[in-house]
């Protein structure tokens, strides 16, 4: 068997390499994501973790496929690239939500079910 060379520019990256990526880029994207409280005390800081915190998601989430598609395996899975790149696509849409504190549930407040009982007696 004769290996032709590949055109000038372009290089064979490793399964092992894109393994190693993906897990980096997650760790990244998780650790960002945990630190984005420290971050919402300037409104500034808060808005460009949220752009980093998107864009490492996103980056994330064509790597894991990336993976996928090279026959790869994540934690010793070749299923869990695929899903977890949709995940990471759905986070990083939820990450540019900003809700400022504000309550989108529409239902009970715990904190606020015992100060209401207290207000009619």
């Known amino acids: 068997m004769v290996e032709e060379p590949l055109p000038l520019g372009m290089c064979m990256v490793g399964v092992e390499m894109i393994e190693i990526l993906a897990q980096s880029m997650?760790?990244?994207?998780?650790?960002?994501?945990?630190f984005i409280a420290t971050f919402s005390r300037s409104e500034k800081l808060e808005l460009m973790a949220q752009n980093f915190i998107?864009?490492?998601?996103?980056?994330?989430?064509?790597i894991l496929?990336?993976?996928?598609?090279?026959?790869?395996?994540?934690w010793g899975s070749n299923?869990?690239?695929?899903?977890?790149?949709?995940?990471?696509?759905?986070?990083?849409?939820?990450?540019?939500?900003?809700?400022?504190?504000?309550?989108?549930?529409?239902g009970a407040n715990p904190h606020s079910i015992g100060k209401n009982k207290d207000e009619e007696d």
């Open 26 to 34: 997650c760790y990244i994207s998780l650790t960002a994501f945990i």
């Open 54 to 62: 998107m864009i490492s998601l996103l980056l994330t989430a064509a």
């Open 65 to 74: 496929w990336w993976l996928s598609s090279s026959g790869g395996e994540l």
């Open 79 to 106: 299923y869990l690239p695929k899903p977890l790149s949709v995940l990471c696509v759905i986070i990083a849409i939820s990450a540019r939500l900003n809700i400022k504190g504000q309550n989108v549930s529409f």
